[in-house]
Every structure is written in structure tokens, then in C-alpha cells.
């Protein structure tokens, strides 16, 4: 069974459902595909964060590109 959330929508919250729901659109419909849309976002967010992250680091650059060397070297064989 779903839990019931309540809020009290400002008036940038209103206009934002009022958009989600001008096409008939359940009030509920449109706030939970709006709850995973901004989940996703944000997850998509914080994998671009950890790469830009990772491939800034020198020391986990050079430890791929030793990856990608001693692939190639296996592959020649």
C-alpha cells in the first residue's frame, strides 16, 4: 500500500502543476512522474559529478590508460 503525501504548492508549484495537468492529467499522475523524473535528474547528476571526478584524477587517468595498454597487449597476442 502507497503512502499518502500532502503539500501546500506555492504559486510556482501551482503554475508547475497546472502545466503537468492541463492535459487532463491526474493531479497524482503528474506529481509522482515529476518525483521520478527529478529522481532520475538527479541521479544522472551525481554519475556526471563522480566522473567528471574521476577523470580529472591523474592518478586514476594513468591507472586506465595502464588498463587499456595491458588489454591491447593481450589482444595481440
Known sequence: MADTV???PDEDTSRALSI???DGTPVS???RA???DAARHKT???LREEAEALAGD???RAE???VLRDMEALRAR
Do not use: C, Y
Open 6 to 8: 500532502t503539500f501546500r
Open 20 to 22: 503537468l495537468t492541463e
Open 29 to 31: 499522475a503528474a506529481v
Open 34 to 36: 515529476a518525483l521520478i
Open 44 to 46: 544522472a547528476k551525481s
Open 58 to 60: 591523474p592518478i586514476d
Open 64 to 66: 586506465a590508460a595502464q
